[in-house]
């Protein structure tokens, strides 16, 4: 395995994200920070707890889901895109670096860039919300896993993207009503039927409700069958990725 070179890609991409910190950090945070003062510090204060859980406490997991979604992918892809879009990718192509250490480089990055994001998150939330991590073990590696899965995921989606729009396009109209409707600010219990059930066959649903867990020892559905929807979008998005380098698609063209 050439390290150097996924060393190279990794700094490389970090050094493009810590150049424009003030608005890849200030953004997310800034939006997140809103949620926690409307939703949190306002309505939580007069919204009775759900599970035995303080409202504010019991968004916080909802609300860095949101984040870690949108963020990791965004990331991913226009690390990859941007490369394609300049003709550098050519370069990253011929040269002796594989499939292994440019996920490591690329995907290695956007996972980074998120868990920063992630951890100014949460200390920003405890400014509005009284939280505790009850599995902070098991939280870090399952935000770990979570920043991993979208950061694959935006890869394939900066492969796929033919032009700035449709970066953009996948996270605004697909992921973020998903993640809404996945049980950000309520739990599957408040729904009634069929809508209860029509949630249920929401995938980041069960990814809501896992990290939900972690947080607050209790949630919707098992953390086993969260955890295992989650391996298995990671297993799937490294498939499609060694089918796309070997082929070559979108890559050559």
């Known amino acids: ?133 009850a599995h902070p073990v098991l939280a870090v590696g399952y935000i770990v896993l979570i920043a991993a899965a979208f950061s694959l995921f935006g890869f394939i989606l900066g492969v796929w993207a033919d032009g700035f729009e449709r970066l953009s396009i996948v996270p605004m109209l697909i992921l973020t009503p998903l993640t809404f409707l996945g049980g950000t600010f309520y739990s599957i219990d408040m729904l009634a039927e069929p809508w209860r059930t029509v949630a249920q066959f929401n995938p980041v649903f069960y990814l809501v409700n896992g990290l939900r867990w972690t947080f607050t020892g209790n949630a919707d559905v098992p953390i086993g069958v969260a955890f295992g929807m989650t391996l298995g979008f990671v297993l799937l998005c490294v498939v499609l990725i060694a089918l796309i380098f070997r082929t070559g698609w979108r890559l050559r063209d």
Do not use: C, W
């Open 1 to 133: 395995m050439n390290l150097r070179g996924a060393v190279a890609i990794f700094n490389h991409e970090l050094v493009r994200f810590f150049r424009t910190a003030f608005g890849s950090i200030l953004s997310p945070v800034l939006t997140t920070s809103l949620y926690f003062i409307v939703f949190g510090a306002a309505i939580g204060s007069r919204m009775q707890e759900i599970g035995g859980v303080p409202y504010g406490a019991f968004i916080v997991p909802g609300l860095l889901m949101l984040t870690l979604l949108s963020e990791s992918t965004s990331n991913a892809s226009f690390g990859i895109y941007m490369p394609r879009f300049t003709g550098a990718i050519y370069e990253l192509l011929s040269a002796p670096v594989g499939v292994a250490e440019t996920l490591i480089g690329f995907v290695g990055a956007a996972v980074m860039k998120s868990l920063i994001i992630a951890g100014i998150i949460l200390v920003t939330a405890t400014l509005f919300v009284d939280y505790s991590i």
